[in-house]
């Protein structure tokens, strides 16, 4: 079973009828350890899934390898989906977004490491934060803190927007929804958030 983006195209092709099947109908030969029909699946959907992984990581790299990951946790556990919850799409890009949220974590947690290791120095010098750094960081703990608490599609539908940078009807065809729906879950997302940051007196 070939995985790799950066290997992919040595790999031999699925059979002709495995890719006339329907998404719902592949994942029922998927659970049942068929890899050519996880092949079709990847090949249907790894574009998109690399495409959402590059907006969220900002890298070619690091979007490949939560592709690769992606895909490898979807093989494993490829038992838990369920039709009855949404399209394979959704399920797919639901995976790539967390594993893309998580990589963009450790990346920036170990850029801060990596700066405090070399600025060392530089903050025996100046060990206060001046005000406005202190406030933005105050501020972006606060808006990470409202969008954790908020229901994964609502959640998702932000991230995806203002981390991602995808527009409404991009959002709708990524995650199979009616471009209504992310705009309702948007709007309620935010709303959420609104108050969340009203208590805690960072917004008037």
Not at 10 to 28: I, T, V
Not at 95 to 107: E, G, K
Not at 158 to 180: D, K, M, N, Q, V
Not at 185 to 199: F, P, V, Y
Request: charged share 30%.
């Amino acid at each position: 079973m070939a995985l790799s983006l950066r290997h992919r195209s040595s790999a031999p092709a699925p059979p002709h009828a495995l890719r006339e099947l329907a998404d719902e109908d592949l994942m029922a030969l998927v659970r049942r350890g068929e890899t050519a029909a996880f092949e079709v699946i990847y090949d249907r959907h790894c574009g998109v899934a690399f495409s959402l992984a590059y907006r969220i990581c900002g890298t070619r790299s690091a979007a490949e390898d939560v592709v690769q990951e992606s895909f490898l946790s979807l093989w494993r556990s490829g038992a838990r989906y369920d039709r009855t919850r949404g399209s394979v799409r959704t399920w797919v890009l639901g995976i790539v977004h967390n594993r893309a949220i998580d990589s963009l974590r450790r990346s920036v947690h170990r850029e801060r490491r990596q700066s405090a290791d070399e600025g060392i120095e530089e903050r025996f010098e100046a060990p206060e934060l001046t005000e406005v750094e202190a406030a933005r960081r105050d501020e972006a703990r606060g808006i990470r803190a409202a969008l954790d608490e908020l229901p994964d599609e609502q959640s998702r539908v932000i991230e995806l927007a203002f981390y991602g940078g995808y527009s409404h009807s991009e959002i709708a065809e990524l995650l199979g929804a009616p471009i209504g729906t992310i705009k309702g879950r948007m709007r309620l997302g935010m709303e959420k958030m609104r108050r969340t940051l009203e208590a805690q007196g960072m917004v008037a």
